[in-house]
């Protein structure tokens, strides 16, 4: 018997540039394009270092088109050897505001076909923060998941120089540009993951893929246990998500295990690599984008790859339950109780609430290490997406200073979140007739719901809970991120990790 399924990609699908520092002035940079970064209202000082003759001719454009230096504003103007860009970046001052200046720089470069770049970092060279922020942003910017086109139009910038006269110490910014290297190829790797077509991107391609990731790097390790396994350690959710399906169910492992480690953090990711509904089937139109119904699961293998990437003194490890849900004949049926491994019972009542049945096993099996925390990033439910949109996700914890803790990560990366209650009166809700508990409620909060139900499984560890159904995937281009998988929580786990090694 033949199966036919969609040709895998076999090239590596994005690629970074190499990120630079230098000691310049900027008619000594060489560069297809050079990026002179203009605060609002400060066209005339922006272009100053220039040299009176290009500083005249700029400022001239910049009048005659309104250019001020709002965010995303661009002029593009001839040089010596290659063009200049006056980029507006408004009145902001955090990361994020350079994040989105190296963004649009690297929009820039790929329309004009740019391949050596550089960013005039004038008097910002001294704070390796905002290098890093810039050449983060122009890193990431310039993903594509092209492999499966036949007419490709690869990114085309190979390098970015951030250069100033003021850098005495070039190197003193090569960590920072590292790190920003190690993180977003962490990044591009959760994205792939996504981005790849459900019959290629299964649960055995999760294990296959955690196992590649311990190559080359000493701290890490993986595990990943088959549906024999599966059933031998008792994960009923799993096995009664995996039924209705032909595709094998893994539970996937992937641990760091880093020199002088005093913390050990356990991060749980939904790996439901297809939602189709189940039994309980999604319409056509809702099952169109639930190839990234995995990317709790791809977040937390790529962030524990980059804590490993960035030697993080912590001891950090990825679970992942990974599984399609599908409504094979064999597949769970509204009404079938399931047994837990710590004696709960859950009906089932809807088999599409398929994804805290799968976490509630992986949060026991976490929980078995003692870990110090628990954090869960997963596309949980639609009522996250509608409540807060594609950029916020939905944050929800049993302890304040943990969530405290991840919504300062947020803030600091960029990948935002905001904090809903853990209402447990709503609990009733999901009281079963038959059995423990039943995995929907009426109808309402449904985000805090679905995490009222997780909370079941964590006992007194502290806990949170990341629904991340709205960022996670991007329906339209977003500064730092093409349509598609975002790769959302891998920066805001891994500064998240950095505080927790920080002590
Ligand atoms: N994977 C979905 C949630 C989802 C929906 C993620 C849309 C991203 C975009 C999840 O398994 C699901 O189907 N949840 C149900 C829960 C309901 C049956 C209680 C939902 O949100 O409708
Ligand atoms: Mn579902
Ligand atoms: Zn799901």
């Not at 001239?60 to 507006?88: C, N, Q, T």
């Not at 628990?374 to 807060?388: F, H, K, N, Q, S």
Request: net charge positive; charged share 25%.
């Amino acid at each position: 018997m033949s199966e036919s399924r969609p040709v895998p990609t076999s090239e590596p699908l994005a690629t970074l540039p190499t990120l630079r520092a230098v000691k310049a002035t900027p008619s000594g940079v060489r560069a297809d394009l050079l990026v002179v970064p203009v605060r609002d209202g400060g066209v005339a000082e922006a272009v100053k270092p220039l040299g009176r003759a290009l500083a005249a001719a700029l400022a001239k454009r910049a009048k005659e088109s309104d250019l001020r230096g709002r965010v995303d504003e661009l002029l593009l103007h001839p040089r010596e050897g290659g063009m200049v860009a006056l980029l507006g970046i408004g009145a902001g001052n955090g990361a994020d505001a350079w994040r989105r200046a190296g963004a649009r720089a690297r929009r820039e470069a790929e329309r004009i076909g740019a391949r050596r770049v550089a960013v005039w970092a004038g008097t910002y060279a001294g704070d390796a923060g905002v290098l890093g922020a810039i050449a983060e942003g122009f890193a990431l910017a310039g993903y594509r998941f092209d492999g499966y086109r036949s007419e490709t139009r690869p990114p085309r910038a190979e390098s970015l120089l951030l250069a100033s006269d003021l850098l005495t110490k070039p190197a003193v910014a090569r960590p920072a540009l590292d790190a920003v290297a190690s993180v977003v190829t962490a990044v591009f790797a959760a994205r792939d993951l996504v981005n790849e077509p459900p019959s290629i991107g299964t649960p055995r391609h999760l294990a296959e893929h955690a196992r590649r990731l311990c190559a080359g790097a000493s701290t890490l390790s993986a595990e990943s246990w088959d549906a024999k396994r599966i059933a031998k350690e008792g994960l009923a959710g799993l096995q009664g998500v995996a039924r209705g399906s032909a595709e094998e169910p893994r539970f996937v492992t992937l641990r760091h295990a880093g020199k002088g480690a005093t913390k050990r953090i356990a991060l749980v990711g939904k790996g439901v690599t297809f939602d189709s509904g189940g039994l309980s089937l999604k319409p056509a139109k809702s099952m169109e984008t639930m190839k990234y119904d995995m990317a709790g699961g791809a977040a937390v293998l790529s962030a524990v790859a980059a804590a490993a990437a960035l030697e993080l003194p912590v001891d950090v490890t990825a679970y992942v339950p990974a599984t399609e849900n599908l409504p094979g004949g064999r597949a769970q049926k509204p009404g079938d109780v399931i047994r837990y491994a710590n004696g709960r019972t859950v009906e089932v009542l809807n088999t599409d609430a398929e994804g805290r049945l799968v976490l509630a096993d992986a949060l026991l099996v976490a929980g078995r290490s003692r870990p110090d925390a628990i954090v869960d990033l997963a596309t949980l439910t639609g009522a996250a997406r509608i409540a807060l949109g594609s950029l916020y996700a939905c944050l929800l914890a049993n302890d304040q200073p943990l969530a405290e803790a991840l919504l300062a990560a947020g803030r600091t990366s960029g990948e935002l979140c905001w904090q809903l209650p853990l209402v447990r009166e709503y609990r009733d809700d999901i009281k079963s007739p038959v059995a423990d508990l039943k995995n929907v409620g009426g109808g309402e909060a449904g985000t805090i719901i679905g995490a009222l139900f997780l909370a079941e499984f964590v006992g007194t560890t502290p806990w949170a809970h990341l629904d991340i159904a709205g960022p996670a995937f991007a329906e339209r281009e977003l500064p730092l991120a093409s349509r598609g998988a975002t790769g959302y929580g891998v920066r805001l786990l891994v500064e998240y990790l950095r505080g927790v090694a920080a002590g």
